[in-house]
């Protein structure tokens, strides 16, 4: 057997090629730590090899494979190094600013959509659309506007179906009138073939129908819409028919039939001058409204109604001095007429905020009409301006009494309790006015004041 034997590095002695591979190994760090050094070091030539002996094997050393691919459980506890760690950095990066825009984004639209109100409940819509619109500004300019073109849109609506009304009116009342004048007339024609005298047409007893001005309106118009029609010339029931109408605030319809009873009768009743002068108030038509007011106290210039009437449009128009002279010849006319005390105390605090003697006025007009609401409610007032809390709440309860609708007591009383302290009361009275009259608007500020919802 030779003394030399085969080894896993290769042919040739065993020791020999152990010694160069391991010589191999070990010039590898070196070199490395060399050029960590900064130092150059030539490269060494290889030794000579005798002639006798052959050429050494260097054994070949496999470099132990490293893959780019790296598992998924190591890709997140360190970088990796060379390129695919820089893609993968990148990647990272890209990634963690598309996820931080995206949240930014949705946070933005969700905050700036609730901001902006797309998610508000009904109840919060109202509530900001409201305080919008009182806050001064150009968006409360805008509601303001808009609403003014409502409410004239509104008033034209509304004006046009009067008219229609009226025009409908007057129609069926002029073929009325026409089919009884043909009727009477083929009555008259025949009675003169017959050669006898036409009937007397007599005029009805108002007190025996319901054209009359203590029946319910309802039942007056259209009694005396049968009376007219078959008698045209009535002049009371045009007037009463009038005033009804009026009343259930037809004033363009009830000046007509005013007209019609003062062409009927111009100076026998001057009350039909005042009645119409009075619709003309209502109309704020006041010129018109004057000059039948001085034709009525001229055909009778002893009536304290008229002059109370007139005195009354002079205070609408503030024109104190003669809406005072007015009352105080009503007064001298009748001194136990109650209804000129209590215009000439409204008056006195109106013109001048006398309200120590607006209650001297005031109590001749209760003690001579102890049912006289008005005069109750105004009183009521004065005594609250001069904080006579008892006083005033006596009053307003009863007015109430007297008259459970008016919203104007039911406000009052709730500013008095609200003095009183008792917060609970006036706003129990503030939500009564309220129901009493939807439009009294002084409550609903009263209400939304104390932190209530009206």
Not at 158 to 168: I, P, Q, Y
Not at 373 to 389: I, P, V
Request: proline share 6%.
């Amino acid at each position: 057997m030779s003394s030399q034997k085969s080894s896993k590095w290769g042919a040739g002695p065993s020791k020999w090629g152990i010694a160069q591979a391991a010589g191999a190994l070990v010039a590898k760090p070196e070199k490395s730590q060399a050029v960590q050094k900064g130092q150059t070091k030539p490269r060494a030539k290889p030794e000579a090899t005798t002639k006798t002996a052959s050429a050494p094997h260097v054994p070949h050393v496999p470099k132990t494979r490293v893959s780019v691919v790296q598992p998924h459980a190591r890709y997140h506890a360190r970088p990796l190094g060379g390129g695919a760690g820089r893609v993968a950095s990148e990647r990272d990066s890209r990634l963690g600013r598309i996820v931080v825009t995206a949240v930014l984004g949705i946070s933005i639209l969700v905050f700036g959509s609730n901001y902006a109100g797309l998610w508000e409940s009904p109840g919060q819509q109202v509530a900001r659309e409201e305080a919008e619109r009182k806050r001064p500004g150009a968006l409360k300019d805008a509601a303001d506007k808009l609403r003014i073109a409502q409410e004239r849109r509104e008033a034209d609506r509304r004006a046009t179906e009067k008219l229609a009304l009226d025009r409908e009116a007057q129609r069926k009342a002029a073929d009325d009138e026409a089919a009884r004048r043909a009727k009477d007339q083929a009555v008259k024609t025949k009675a003169a073939q017959e050669r006898r005298p036409p009937p007397a047409s007599a005029l009805p007893n108002l007190a025996e129908t319901d054209c009359q001005m203590n029946k319910p309106l309802a039942a007056i118009v259209p009694a005396c819409s049968e009376i007219i029609a078959k008698h045209n010339d009535f002049a009371d029931a045009y007037f009463i028919r009038a005033w009804a109408l009026r009343e259930r605030n037809q004033a363009e319809r009830a000046l007509t039939d005013f007209t019609r009873a003062i062409e009927l009768r111009p100076t026998q009743q001057p009350a039909y001058y005042s009645q119409r002068a009075l619709t003309y108030v209502r109309l704020r038509d006041f010129d018109r409204a004057f000059v039948d007011y001085n034709k009525a106290i001229e055909l009778n210039p002893r009536s304290p109604t008229f002059h109370n009437d007139r005195g009354a449009a002079y205070l609408d128009l503030k024109d104190y001095s003669r809406a005072l002279a007015d009352f105080n010849r009503a007064i001298e006319l009748d001194p136990k007429y109650a209804v000129p005390y209590n215009n000439r105390a409204r008056t006195y605090v109106l013109s001048k905020s006398d309200h120590a003697s607006a209650i001297v006025d005031l109590d001749r007009a209760i003690e001579l009409s102890p049912k006289y609401a008005l005069a109750l409610e105004n009183r009521g007032l004065s005594h609250l301006e001069l904080k006579d809390l008892a006083k005033a709440l006596a009053d307003f309860d009863s007015a109430i009494t007297l008259n459970p609708r008016s919203a104007r007591a039911f406000n009052a009383r709730g500013v008095a309790y609200e003095r009183q302290g008792n917060r609970d009361r006036a706003i129990a009275d503030y939500r009564r006015a309220l129901d009493a009259d939807q439009k009294f608007s002084t409550a609903r500020e009263n209400l939304t004041r104390l932190g209530e919802k009206p």
